[in-house]
């Protein structure tokens, strides 16, 4: 729950195995910011999330986002999630 972007909102990270879909949520509307790194930032609003991508196995979720622990702790943290997501080719639906 404690994944941050650069506003410090909060996020919560989460996978559905019966899916796939790998998503963020939060209390927030979201806004997408382009350029490097580019990642989906929010302002506080109502309860959303958003599919970041769709994985189908536990061991390519485990492989992807390995580190993550050390991850949540940057001030970039959700940052960290989208640059991952987008070195897969077949990353959001």
Known sequence: ????????HRFELSWIEDTGELY??????WTFIPGPGAYYSAAVAKP???VIATIPSEVEVDSLLKG??????VSLGVGWVMDRID???DSTI
């Open 1 to 8: 729950m404690d994944w941050r972007d650069v506003d410090g």
């Open 24 to 29: 963020l949520m939060s209390e927030s509307d």
């Open 48 to 50: 959303q999330a958003l």
């Open 68 to 73: 993550w622990r050390d991850a949540m702790n």
């Open 87 to 89: 070195g897969r080719a």
